[in-house]
């Protein structure tokens, strides 16, 4: 199985700076994709950024331009480079990943346990 820690969320201030990790251990055969989601409270969990096993990445467009998602293949671990954070960047941060561990031929999705950032103005 896959199991992913996460860490780096906090309290910080209005154009401020955060950056968010989460890395993938257990036995990992391939991870396809990693991203990163965030939930408020009311709503759906919705996709910040995510970056595929060939480097390419994709964001919401309220965060294009301020938040950099990057990836180490060795560690397995994935970045969120946070900048000019807004107050509606608050959230429940929580990183996906989909993987195929060697105990199964097909990909799974996994979840971390989220870490909370909160931007006051």
């Known amino acids: 199985q896959v199991q992913l820690m996460e860490s780096g969320g906090g309290l910080v201030q209005v154009g401020g700076s955060l950056r968010l990790s989460c890395a993938a251990s257990?036995?990992?055969?391939?991870?396809?994709?990693m991203a990163w989601y965030r939930q408020v409270p009311g709503k759906q969990r919705e996709l910040v950024a995510v970056?595929?096993?060939?480097?390419?990445?994709n964001y919401a467009d309220p965060v294009k331009g301020r938040f950099t998602i990057s990836r180490d293949n060795v560690k397995n671990t994935v970045y969120l480079e946070m900048n000019i954070l807004k107050s509606e960047d608050t959230g429940i941060y929580y990183c996906?990943?989909?993987?195929?561990?060697?105990?199964?031929?097909?990909?799974?999705?996994?979840w971390g346990q989220g870490t909370q950032v909160t931007v006051s103005s």
């Open positions: 970056i595929i096993s060939g480097g390419s990445t």
């Open positions: 257990g036995s990992i055969f391939r991870i396809n994709s």
């Open positions: 996906k990943v989909i993987a195929r561990p060697y105990t199964s031929w097909l990909p799974s999705e996994y």
